[in-house]
Nanobody, 126 residues
Framework: QVKLTESGGGSVQAGGSLKLSCASSQITDTNYCLAWVRQTPAKGREVVASIYTGGTLTWYSESAKGRFTASQDKANNVLYLELNNMQPEDTGIYYC???????????????????WGQGTQVTVSS
């Protein structure tokens, strides 16, 4: 059973930064797609970044490009999301998600993922 555990959320002012972490267990295959999914009242759950366990290429949503950086520590099975120049619209619950998929970019959506962490709250004040 895949288990995902997020940490690192908190409250920051606009322009500030946070780094989220997601520890994963039982993911040994290189064809898992890992993602950060943000949940907001306005947009529901949207994928903001994704990366294959077996690769290094990352995909970002338009709202995340240039500000967020996803990376992974493959040796320790940890996924990161660095959020920079944060804005109030970045406020939401950030989930780590995983799924065994043949794709991990472009049209990927939250419903593609079947493993989820408990989420971590991120609040950005203006």
């Amino acid at each position: 059973q895949v288990k995902l555990t997020e940490s690192g959320g908190g409250s920051v002012q606009a322009g500030g930064s946070l780094k989220l972490s997601c520890a994963s267990s039982q993911i040994t295959d290189t064809n898992y797609c890992l993602a950060w999914v943000r949940q907001t009242p306005a947009k529901g759950r949207e994928v903001v970044a994704s990366i294959y366990t077996g690769g290094t290429l990352t995909w970002y949503s338009e709202s995340a490009k240039g500000r967020f950086t996803a990376s992974q520590d493959k040796a320790n099975n940890v996924l990161y999301l660095e959020l920079n120049n944060m804005q109030p619209e970045d406020t939401g619950i950030y989930y780590c998600a995983a799924a065994y998929l043949t794709y991990c970019s472009g049209n990927i959506v939250a419903s593609d993922f079947n493993y989820w962490g408990q989420g971590t709250q991120v609040t950005v004040s203006s």
